[in-house]
């Protein structure tokens, strides 16, 4: 979750905010807990429906899983995953009793978690679109350029350097840290480290950002200049170029970067209005907002199903397995049965 960029929030160990005893506040506060659940449950189910999916596909048909965006969506379902086991619940039961009973500890270890997440999944993104521009780029020599181990090895970088970047405050730099009650959420309080806040946006926003925006800005016109008939001197590498831009992942890894940037922009341009015109809006438009930019988490698992036909053969599979695997435990328990 990315860093908050402004407005009031009361301190973690003082956050003792309780519901008000008006049946309406109670009945507002179930509903947003409700909220909170059934999008937790959403992020948790797709995001175990794509690992499971990708890893029996690996298994299974090794010779069809070799696509190297496979490994950067399984990193970013595990970035997502975590965020609706460890991050979730907890605002799930703030909502339900009105405060935060966690301690100040608890709070500052959650926003932590939260901005790795965060940060882990922004450089995900730079590197599918990394990806999708190699294999337009460099057509003939994609599979030696993008290898598994090196994909692999960026996403071990990534995560590492995802915790290290946002560990200073946890380990006493600037520790203070915000339970916000209008979304239940807790934040590091980053508007008191505007150095180090400034930083770490540049580190995580300002590669991440021009990546995605050159290498998709190539791939669509490298689409544009082939759909327009326009003379490539190299048939060997017109042909592959061809192969390569009808791959279905080129769309389908823009969308999904589209669908996370577009799911944070209300958050990002609530936070800069409020900054520069001090007016804080009402609790409702920020819980909205917030849990608008989380809710991406789950949008993967749409934009995977409608757009990736490897991704709905990786669920056809998963789904005979798992029949499979139901049917000869039955298969078992009636030969047990029938021993006794």
């Known amino acids: 979750m990315p860093a908050r960029l402004g407005g009031a929030g009361a301190g973690a160990a003082a956050a003792d905010v309780s519901v008000a005893d008006s049946p309406l506040a109670a009945f507002e506060s179930l509903t947003q807990a409700a909220v909170i659940a059934v999008v937790g449950i959403a992020i948790v189910i797709s ?187 190299d048939k060997e590498y017109a042909t592959a170029l061809a192969e390569n831009l009808a791959n279905p992942s080129h769309c389908m890894s823009f969308l999904l970067v589209a669908a996370f940037w577009l799911s944070w922009i209300p958050y990002f341009a609530l936070q800069i209005y409020e900054y520069f015109t001090a007016q804080v809006k009402v609790p409702m438009l920020h819980f909205g907002v917030v849990w608008l930019g989380i809710l991406n988490s789950f949008w993967k698992i749409v934009i995977l199903i409608t757009f990736s036909p490897q991704f709905r053969l990786a669920l056809r599979i998963l789904c005979l397995t798992c029949c499979r695997a139901k049917g000869r435990l039955q298969a078992e328990l009636v030969g047990m049965d029938n021993d006794d």
């Open 47 to 233: 995001n175990l429906l794509i690992i499971a999916a990708f890893l029996n596909f690996k298994g299974v048909c090794a010779g069809l899983a070799h696509e190297v965006i496979n490994y950067y969506l399984l990193s970013l379902a595990v970035a997502d995953l975590l965020c609706g086991l460890l991050v979730v619940p907890l605002s799930v039961h703030a909502a339900a009793v009105g405060r935060w009973v966690f301690g100040g500890l608890v709070c500052r270890l959650a926003g932590y978690l939260e901005v790795t997440l965060w940060s882990v999944s922004v450089y995900t993104f730079m590197w599918i679109s990394v990806d999708r521009y190699l294999a337009v780029r460099k057509p003939l020599r994609y599979e030696t350029v993008q290898t598994r181990t090196r994909s692999q090895c960026w996403m071990v970088f990534t995560w590492i350097s995802a915790a290290m970047l946002c560990c200073p405050p946890l380990l006493g730099y600037k520790k203070e840290a915000n339970y916000d009650a209008r979304t239940f959420i807790c934040m590091l309080d980053w508007a008191s480290t505007y150095a180090y806040t400034a930083t770490l946006g540049i580190l995580v926003l300002g590669p991440s950002l021009i990546s995605i925006v050159y290498n998709y800005y190539y791939i669509f016109a490298m689409r544009r200049k082939l759909n327009s008939g326009a003379p490539i001197h």
